[in-house]
Nanobody, 123 residues
């Protein structure tokens, strides 16, 4: 069992940056691929980024490619999402998620979820 706790959300002006963190409990973090998803009011949850168990491979949604960077520190049981050049359309609740096996962009493939952290980008 893995428990996930996100932090780092907040209010930022357009063009600004935020770094989200997701701390995982349990001894199996390094055996889990990790992903970030987001959900805006009235919209479906969407894929943002994912990272392989070793951190060697990353995946991004087209909407964030070149602006967001996912990384992980297996020694600290933590995955990060560095968000730069933020836009108002990035406003959403951001969730981290984990799954055993390969990284995936489909939210239903993930077994473990955090409670979410709000990111609001003001124009």
């Amino acid at each position: 069992q893995v428990q996930l706790v996100e932090s780092g959300g907040g209010l930022v002006q357009a063009g600004g940056s935020l770094r989200l963190s997701c701390a995982a409990s349990g001894r199996t973090f390094s055996s889990n691929a990790m992903g970030w998803f987001r959900q805006a009011p009235g919209k479906e949850r969407e894929f943002v980024a994912a990272i392989a168990r070793s951190g060697s491979t990353t995946y991004y949604a087209d909407s964030v490619k070149g602006r967001f960077t996912i990384s992980r520190d297996n020694a600290k049981n933590t995955v990060y999402l560095q968000m730069n050049s933020l836009k108002p359309e990035d406003t959403a609740v951001y969730y981290c998620a984990g799954r055993s096996g390969a990284a995936a962009s489909n939210w239903s493939a993930y077994n473990y979820w955090g409670q979410g952290t709000q990111v609001t980008v003001a124009s």
